[in-house]
């Protein structure tokens, strides 16, 4: 693998990493805003319709008694109309009820409230009925004995009011525990995210710095200065290096020095006199040591 290759890796996981953050921060906010926002699109209206059927049902029993209480025909008829209407308030509101159903508990306690309805209805009729032939007496024995069912009824909205009351207070519970669990999933993928990079980012620098074998403003220091001719400069290596650039200009260093030294021999074999001031030129050097093929090969041992 290319250093760009590491490097464009690195930058990758870092992507990954933030998109992978971004999206779970998304997706836990929208089940915290779908669960804290439970109560408003559903428990706030099922309790306003619960509590619109009870109050109701309660005018139901203060008008039935006022109407097994009276004898006159024009009373009773208006008591019976005030009755029919909060029958029908009561269905309204039942019937509204219906879409705002949160769990097949929620239906069974729906379905409850009515059945106790009709009990209590199927009573307040008989009642209703003696009252409409002055029969006051057993009517109104017949609508106290309805109590009991009476209080049935209102029991039950009152526990359907409180199980929504209860569903909203487990979603605000649910909605904490949402954002909590949505801290510690991100603090634990930045973690990790963060220790990949780290992890990377550190073996990247350790195999750029094998490869190169010292500081890269170092290497390319010795790098102009061999080029210029300057071969005088040391050139440290790490323990064990003989493979890293640094290691590959020593060597190149070595073999310049000896073929200068050959040359040198050679030079002064031909009487040949080069003023001290003259600089060596090592290309110009090194092609007269070729042409004159009396040189061994750079490859071949030392004298």
């Known amino acids: 693998m290319t250093v760009a290759q590491r490097l464009y890796g690195m930058i990758a996981l870092a992507i990954l990493g ?25 428990t706030v ?5 619960l509590g ?64 106790l309805l009709q009990d209590y209805y199927a009573g307040l009729e008989q009642a209703l009925a003696l009252s409409r032939k002055n029969q006051n007496e057993q009517a ?7 109590e009991e069912s009476a ?14 009351k209860n569903l909203c207070d487990e979603g605000s519970k649910v909605a904490v525990a949402t954002k909590d669990s949505a801290t510690t999933l991100s603090i634990v993928i930045t973690l990790a995210v963060l220790i990949l990079i780290t992890a990377i980012g550190v073996w990247v ?11 890269p ?3 390319a220091d010795l790098a102009n200065r061999i080029a210029a001719g300057d071969l005088s400069t040391a050139i440290p290596l790490n323990a064990g290096d003989n493979v890293s650039v640094m290691a590959a200009m020593k060597n190149m260093t070595d073999t310049l020095k000896d073929l200068l030294a050959d040359t040198g021999v ?19 050097i090194f092609a007269s040591w070729c042409k004159a093929s009396t040189i061994r090969s750079p490859t071949s041992p030392s004298r």
Do not use: C
């Not at 992978?20 to 926002?37: H, V």
């Not at 109104?140 to 309805?146: D, K």
């Not at 039950?156 to 409180?162: D, R």
């Not at 620098?205 to 500081?215: D, P």
């Open 217 to 219: 403003g170092l290497v």
């Open 45 to 49: 209206p099922s309790l306003l319709v």
């Open 52 to 115: 619109d059927a009870l109050v109701n049902f309660q005018n139901i029993r203060t008008v039935s008694f006022r109407h097994v209480l009276s004898t006159d025909d024009a009373k009773m008829a208006e008591w019976d109309s005030v009755i029919s209407g909060k029958k029908a308030g009561i269905e309204k509101a039942l019937k509204d009820y219906e879409p705002l159903l949160s769990n097949d508990e929620d239906a069974r306690l729906l379905a409850f409230d009515r059945d």
């Open 18 to 42: 933030l998109v992978g953050l971004t999206g779970l921060g998304q997706m836990q906010m929208g089940k915290i805003y779908e669960t804290a926002n439970y109560g408003t699109i559903n």
């Open 266 to 284: 050679l030079i002064k074999a031909a009487a040949i006199s080069i003023p001290a001031s003259t600089p060596i030129n090592i290309k110009a």
């Open 140 to 146: 109104q024995a017949l609508l106290q004995n309805g």
């Open 151 to 164: 209080l049935k009824v209102e029991k039950a909205f009152t526990e359907h009011f409180f199980f929504n």
């Open 205 to 215: 620098v350790r195999k750029l710095a094998s490869q190169l074998g010292g500081e």
